[in-house]
C-alpha cells in the first residue's frame, strides 16, 4: 500500500499561484494530480512518471506544472495565473506501473487538499 498526503491548499485570488505537494509514502512508478470542483465530476490535471514525462489537461497546459522529487517521493503541483473555474478538491494519485496517463484508472488516492480562487 502506498499512502499519498497533499498539502498546500488555500484561497487565493484570480491571477494568483499556489504550490500543492503530495508525500507518497514510497517510490512509484506514476504520479497524477486529479480535480473534483463542487457539482462535478473528477477530472484529471497531470501524470508524471519516475522518468519525468508529463501529460496534461488541455485546460491547465501553460499555467500548471507538474514535477516529482524522486529522492523525497514527493509530487507538487505549480500553479499559475489561477482562475475561478480552479477552485476544486485536488488529489494526488498513483499508480505502480502500466500507462502513465489521465484516461487510466490510478490505484491510490490521498484525501486531497481544497483549492478556492475567487474573483
Known amino acids: 500500500q502506498v499512502q499519498l498526503v497533499e498539502s498546500g491548499g488555500g484561497s487565493v485570488q484570480a491571477g494568483g499561484s499556489l504550490r500543492l505537494s503530495c508525500a507518497a509514502s514510497?517510490?512509484?512508478?506514476?504520479m497524477a494530480w486529479f480535480r473534483q470542483a463542487p457539482g462535478k465530476e473528477r477530472e484529471g490535471v497531470a501524470t508524471i512518471n519516475t522518468y519525468g514525462a508529463t501529460t496534461y489537461a488541455d485546460s491547465v497546459k501553460g499555467r500548471f506544472t507538474i514535477s516529482k522529487d524522486n529522492n523525497k517521493n514527493t509530487l507538487y503541483l505549480e500553479m499559475s495565473s489561477l482562475k475561478p473555474e480552479d477552485t476544486a478538491m485536488y488529489y494526488c494519485?498513483?499508480?505502480?506501473?502500466?500507462?502513465?496517463?489521465?484516461?487510466?484508472?490510478?490505484?491510490?488516492w490521498g484525501k486531497g487538499t481544497l483549492v478556492t480562487i475567487s474573483s
Open positions: 494519485a498513483a499508480r505502480a506501473g502500466g500507462i502513465c496517463l489521465l484516461t487510466h484508472a490510478m490505484t491510490y
Open positions: 514510497g517510490d512509484i512508478y506514476c
